[in-house]
């Protein structure tokens, strides 16, 4: 897991979807754009059909591949984040992963607890995130917290801490992966007690990199990732 923790420091940045507020999400360009901007890991976005898309109702006739996007990937000091979208193709992304020798820079993660155990089979010792809550409605494009958001977001996060236990018991997963506004210390600390890194996705405002800095997260997603290093680095000046 040392791929993830980061024992008090700076949280690491996860540029999202590559760079969705810089270029097309899941696109060459996006991926680019994450190296540019210098994040920590690049996230993506896994299909059954193994193009890189959020859904298969959203990839495009030029969506790189997993194997693209592996290859173009791996010659930059960058870890991987793929993010599967469904489960059954578990395997097909594991076979990718070795083939382009990143089996040490990569992390998955899901929504679904199946998947998770099946990469936990399959994968001992592998970094696997499960995601909460389950994005199926776009819950990472809403503007939380808003007015009709605010109250449920701290309602969930106040008993998310008991929670952790059991979702990461019944994924097998070794981290936590969750919407920015559920990440309080509690949470964070549940999660770390059982040695799981946490990552709070998708956080763009750089007034959020102080307050999850501070809940202690591991990681950081954000569309923009260059802006969320630059908001780090007021905060933990080299």
């Not at 059954?48 to 591949?65: F, K």
């Not at 970094?127 to 605010?150: F, N």
């Not at 770390?192 to 501070?214: I, K, M, Q, S, Y």
Request: aromatic share 4%; proline share 8%; net charge neutral.
């Amino acid at each position: 897991m040392k791929l993830l923790r980061t024992a008090g420091e700076r949280p690491l940045v996860v540029g999202h979807r590559g760079a969705a507020a810089v270029a097309p999400e899941n696109s060459v360009a996006a991926l680019e754009a994450a190296v540019a901007a210098d994040a920590d890991l690049v996230e993506f976005d896994v299909g059954p059909d193994l193009r890189l898309a959020h859904s298969p109702g959203e990839a495009t006739a030029d969506a790189p591949t997993l194997d693209d996007a592996l290859a173009l990937l791996a010659p930059h000091p960058i870890g991987l984040h793929v993010d599967v979208k469904a489960a059954g193709y578990e395997a097909d992304v594991l076979a990718a992963v070795h083939r382009h020798d990143l089996a040490d820079r990569v992390v998955v993660s899901t929504a679904w607890a199946g998947s998770a155990r099946r990469f936990a089979a399959l994968a001992p010792g592998l970094p696997v995130a499960i995601g909460y809550p389950r994005d199926r409605y776009g819950v990472s494009q809403l503007r939380w917290p808003g007015p009709l958001t605010r109250a449920g977001a701290a309602s969930l996060a106040l008993v998310l801490p008991v929670r952790v236990p059991l979702l990461l018991r019944t994924a097998r997963a070794n981290a936590l992966s969750l919407h920015h506004t559920l990440c309080s210390g509690a949470v964070v600390a549940a999660a770390h007690r059982r040695g799981a890194p946490v990552l709070a996705w998708t956080a763009n405002d750089p007034r959020d990199a102080e307050r999850l800095a501070r809940a202690g997260v591991d990681a950081i997603v954000s569309d923009d990732p260059a802006r969320m290093v630059n908001a780090l680095a007021t905060l933990f000046p080299l």
